[in-house]
């Protein structure tokens, strides 16, 4: 293979790892699958196909791959969790929703390199005895469906989808679903929902495990577009390989979506675990903008808790002989479990960077805002909360709050945590929660014991206009 190139601006910085983004912004390339064959496309579907299901599986378990898509779950164990005495239909569904702000990944697989898409579904529905697949993807790509649809289309003509796949007598079929724009069906029972032409309500876990009772209440594998393209990888170089890339229990790399208030904001694929915070914002990001200081992280997408820059942690047991490990900010490695370990989540890999000249009331209530639009309505803590934290955070930032309001935020908050069918409560009020115990004194310098006597909103205006005629 000659060597790789990329378009003016676009090179990978030197600590990148380029593994499912090999081909994102290449001089050259473009989607058709006769770029992508020329380049060893689909040779690792047909060495799938001549191993056993049950060893592609072994290998990604091998692997320690675990999901991209937010919850960090390993990707083969899910697999396995179809039941062994199944009679039903099994279906894989590809989560193309990213609808996780901060987020902006899936989409350049799609646009960029979609047959590395196809090739890793088809070989995941060979590994779990999946013959119909789904590709559910947000409304608002709609030339990322169009572009799905050609390659599909393109695949099914070389015979990589289809009927007999490459003479192995496996058959398989890819469909591409476009979703009506709600952050709730990035939820996966949420999604399946949809899916089947009803509203997007979350199901109850258990009994409703996609894996048992998915669609159709049939089994149901769910995986991220970024977790189903390294199953391809994970296919040519083997579990045992793939897995000397990044650190123990954090295997292989990961994309990295940098927004907000750094220098050179982008994407940067990296081994998961081998970069700390500080080599990410200043090494490949660098850096704050001219005559700011950075002040806060919120390292997994807006779902996670944010971080302060000036913080320290305490990572338990991770010290020399199992003792406790003092680490900065800064020294965090961006990878699940130390992320978990700091109090946050590594996510969908969303990295929202805020400098010093942002007012947290002004974040808090841009999250508030956010959820209070996109909760489903399902849970009425969920449904009436969210609305209520944005309805508070609207005073905070207009000036017309009280003290009392950032206790009764908070209380809102925790009433949510918790109390919901999904986490999408918890998504809710996490941010919320974090960013009052973090910063409850700037918070509160935005209040004022002055507008006790202010009308909450038109209707308690209203209200009290009556009571007083009364």
Known sequence: MSAITYKPGKQPHPREYRMIFKNIDREGWDPSIATYIADGGYEQLRRALQMDPKAI?????KSGLRGRGGAGFPTGVKWTFIPPNNTKPVYLICNCDESEPGTFKDRYIVHQDPHQLIEGMVISCFAVGAHTAYIYIREEFPEAAIILENAIAEARAKNFVGPNVLGSGFDVEIHVHRGAAAYICGEETGLIESLEGKRAYPRIKPPYFPAALGLYMCPTIVNNVESLCHVKHIIERGGDEYAKLGVPRNNGT??????GDVRNPGYFEVEVGKLTMRELLYDICGGPKEGREFKAVIPGGSSSKILRCDETFTLRGQGPDGTDKQISFWDIPMDFDSLAACGSMAGSGGVIVMDNTRKMSWVLNNLNQFYAHESCGQCTPCREGSTWMRKISDRIVAGKATPKDIETLESVAYQIDGRTICAFGEASSWPVEAIIAKYRDELL??????????????????????LQEA
Request: hydrophobic share 35%.
């Open 57 to 61: 599986t072994e290998e990604v378990k």
């Open 254 to 259: 990961r994309i990295l979506c940098v927004s």
């Open 445 to 466: 310098a935005e209040t004022s014991e002055a507008n006790e006597d202010l009308a909450l909103n038109p209707e308690a205006e209203a209200q009290r206009r009556f």
